[in-house]
């Protein structure tokens, strides 16, 4: 059997493991410490925001984002349809309400157009949850300007995006609260973790008091909030201080990537990658292709072909209007026709984007997709 290729795996530099000891030798294992604080500072000057809170997972932090922002039972939210279900779900955790915007077709993120015009069906909306898909930047000068005028917390879902810039600005910086996860396959990793950024620092505050079970300050375990034990521990961030040390070198190796299945695929007009707006600089964290509907190759068989040769790759995100979860929630899109999530859905998927991939793994990974069209 060949050589197993990943679509996108943790790569570990070895300086994790030097927090990670630090941790131990002064046994700040559990629960908070250094490493906790630090990783705190360095993400938000890395990101150029004011405050962050670590937490155990970026739905965490979403979820506490949700309460940041007021949601309560029956309040609408407008949600990017075009994600993984964690960008959506903390909003049921509140007992609110999804109405779900669709994409565009430039950066496959949150159609401005179509956010007007859930604005114009709910005027009231508690919040707006969008995400930057696969490590690329939304349109967030326009959705933030629109959130802004209508008064709504803008939640940035950065959970994939860490790294990439739009006018020059961090991805994650954008909203009222910004988020990011380090989950085992993102662009670094802690095992698991997530942030929560802002510039509000009561806000973050307030936070990091529902994560640690919203204990009040009294000697007694005395409570007024319902609380959640949702804190990054020690050890955690040490692997996370590790790895931001590796974030640009993961982005460049990414990028690299992209570039390379874009210049092997250039001579097969029916195939595009993942379109990504100017003034953006994406993570490039999962490449991506379209295949054309009229060609007779399906993502389909190049999944199956790519498995049949122990090389990992992935569906796009079914869009959230067409989970059967979402069933009863209201869809807001420009015009009449197939949304455009659903076109990218069905005619797209992730190829192999592993920051360890070799240049005889994207040989091989390139022969196999090139040789479906010949
Ligand atoms: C991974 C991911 C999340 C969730 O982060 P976890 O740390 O796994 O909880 C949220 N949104 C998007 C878009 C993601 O890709």
């Known amino acids: 059997m060949n050589k197993r290729i990943y679509l996108s795996s943790p790569t570990m530099h070895g300086e994790e493991q030097r927090y990670i000891q630090e941790a131990f030798d002064t046994n700040w294992v559990a629960p908070l410490g250094k490493n906790v604080n630090e990783f705190e500072k360095e993400l938000a000057a890395y990101v150029g925001v004011s405050h962050a809170a670590a937490l155990s997972a970026g739905t965490a932090a979403l979820h506490l984002a949700m309460k940041l922002a007021g949601v309560g039972e029956g309040d609408v939210v407008f949600c990017s349809d075009l994600t993984f279900a964690a960008t959506v779900n903390p909003v049921s955790y509140e007992k609110g309400v999804q109405v779900f915007v669709d994409s565009e077709e430039e950066s496959w993120n949150m159609d401005p157009k179509a956010l007007e015009k859930a604005f114009e069906k709910y005027p009231n909306p508690k919040a707006v949850v969008l995400v930057n898909l696969y490590g690329t930047p939304a349109k967030l000068d326009e959705i933030r300007e629109i959130c802004s005028a ?163 790759s992935r569906p796009i995100w079914k869009p959230m209007h067409m989970q059967p979860v979402f069933a009863k929630n209201d869809f807001i899109q420009v015009t009449g026709g197939a949304p455009v999530g659903e076109r990218v859905f069905e ?28």
Request: with cysteine; net charge negative.
């Open 150 to 312: 209508h008064q709504v917390p803008l939640i940035e879902d950065a959970a994939e995006s860490l790294g990439a810039v739009y006018h020059g600005k961090q991805t994650g910086s954008f909203g009222k609260y910004g988020v990011f996860s380090f989950n085992g396959n993102k662009i670094i990793t802690t095992s698991g973790g997530g942030m929560l950024v802002s510039e509000d620092g009561e806000a973050v505050e307030k936070a990091r008091f529902w994560a640690t079970q919203s204990r009040d300050p009294a000697r007694h375990y005395q409570h007024s909030e319902i609380g959640y034990n949702y804190r990054m521990s020690n050890i955690v961030a040490g692997i996370g201080r590790g790895q931001l040390k590796s974030l640009d070198l993961h982005i460049q190796k990414k990028k690299a990537i992209y570039e390379t299945y874009r210049q092997a695929f250039a001579s097969i007009p029916e195939i595009r990658m993942n379109p990504y707006l100017p003034g953006s600089t994406p993570n490039f964290w999962l490449s991506c292709i379209t295949i054309d509907p009229a060609s007779r190759v399906t993502p389909l068989d190049v999944m199956e072909a790519l498995e049949r040769e122990n090389i990992e």
């Open 347 to 374: 005619r797209g998927l992730c190829l192999p984007s592993d920051v360890k991939n070799t240049e005889e793994d994207m040989d091989r990974i390139i022969g196999i997709v090139k040789g479906l069209f010949v």
